[in-house]
């Protein structure tokens, strides 16, 4: 099926620590993933993306792993600051045609502790 | 300018009243998206237009209508909502309607049916 799914829906991380945030996927035919970082009253913000033909993309303070054998997808945050508290979403697109679907999973509240 | 704008930020109506939310972006992209997000909920996807051309309808009711009139503008017109109709309603536009290509959010209308 057409589903992306969390493990956590919250985790409480001291600032200054690393945090993870896993993502489950069922659908294989799904080529692109992207992470979305939404505070409240706002609209998802991209964080960072990465396609199945890689297992790790590195951004600043932020890692992405793909593991398409388990299809499990994490996002790890670095020194994690207040100003990271927010909710998470995995995304993974599904070409519908010529066009591509984003099936968006349950979502982790990230809550960051000072 | 990388910004998606929505207006209004707030929305609320009656059950017989006739509205539309409004959506606009100018980074010359060709793909626009409506999402509804229920509170704790991930963003579902309602309609994608393409070059101004309906590509997806999610099934959605009849009482929301989408409109294209150009590249730069999404409208949602809305008629006799129901109350489990309230929601954040979220618009998104992309380079491309493919998956190669981020979509951008807008920071949404919160609408309230009464």
């Known amino acids: 099926g057409e589903n992306v799914g969390l493990h956590l829906p919250t985790l409480s991380v001291q600032e200054g620590d690393n945090s993870i945030i896993n993502c489950a996927y069922s659908n294989s035919a799904s080529d692109y993933f992207i992470w979305y970082k939404q505070e409240s009253g706002k609209g998802p913000q991209f964080i960072i993306d990465?396609?199945?033909?890689?297992d790790k993309r590195q951004g600043q303070r932020v890692t992405v792993l793909l593991n398409k054998t388990v299809k499990h997808l994490s996002l790890q945050i670095a020194a994690t600051q207040p100003g990271d508290s927010a909710v998470y979403f995995c995304a993974g697109s599904l070409d519908r045609g010529a066009t591509n679907k984003l099936i968006f999973g349950t979502g982790t509240l990230l809550a960051v502790q000072p | 300018d990388t910004e998606v704008t929505q207006t209004p930020k707030h929305l609320v109506m009656g059950m017989t009243n006739k509205k539309s939310l409004k959506c606009e972006q100018h980074m010359g992209h060709r793909a626009m998206y409506w999402y509804k997000q229920k509170a704790k909920k991930p963003p579902e996807l309602m309609f994608v237009y393409s070059y101004e051309k309906l590509s997806i309808n999610e099934s959605v009711p009849s009482r929301f209508s989408p409109e294209c009139p150009n590249s730069s503008l999404l409208n949602l017109h809305l008629h006799a909502l129901q109350p489990e109709d309230s929601a954040l309603y979220l618009c998104?536009?992309?380079?491309?309607?493919?998956?190669?290509?981020?979509?951008?959010f807008g920071p949404g209308t919160r609408l309230t049916v009464t």
């Open positions: 998104a536009s992309s380079q491309g309607a493919d998956s190669r290509y981020e979509q951008y």
């Open positions: 990465i396609r199945s033909n890689m």
